[in-house]
Nanobody, 119 residues
Framework: QVQVVESGGGLVQSGGSLRLSCAASGFSFSYYAMRWYRQAPGKERELVAHITSAGGSTNYADSVKGRFTISKDNAKNTVYLQMSSLKPEDTAVYYC????????????WGQGTQVTVTS
């Protein structure tokens, strides 16, 4: 079955860096775009970054542009989110998402990994 499993979250000081990983299985990873979302307490889940299936194109939320980098290793079935210059407002649970590729297909979410940035 399809699984996406995040790792790499933790506690970091403002200005620090973290790299999140999302290991995928159960589907043809190289055919799918992948996304990272986050949800802070009391807020709606928001799209942070998107990468196309081959990794040739990326998009970011304005709030993280220039600080976060999404990448995809199709040989390892893994998508990454490199986060730098972290701010307290980046504190959230970060979720890996495999979106639908065709109509009628399900999308899948990981269980989330907590990122806490202290000032």
């Amino acid at each position: 079955q399809v699984q996406v499993v995040e790792s790499g979250g933790g506690l970091v000081q403002s200005g620090g860096s973290l790299r999140l990983s999302c290991a995928a299985s159960g589907f043809s990873f190289s055919y799918y775009a992948m996304r990272w979302y986050r949800q802070a307490p009391g807020k709606e889940r928001e799209l942070v970054a998107h990468i196309t299936s081959a990794g040739g194109s990326t998009n970011y939320a304005d709030s993280v542009k220039g600080r976060f980098t999404i990448s995809k290793d199709n040989a390892k079935n893994t998508v990454y989110l490199q986060m730098s210059s972290l701010k307290p407002e980046d504190t959230a649970v970060y979720y890996c998402n495999r979106p639908r590729r065709v109509r009628g297909e399900s999308e899948y979410w990981g269980q989330g990994t907590q990122v806490t940035v202290t000032s």
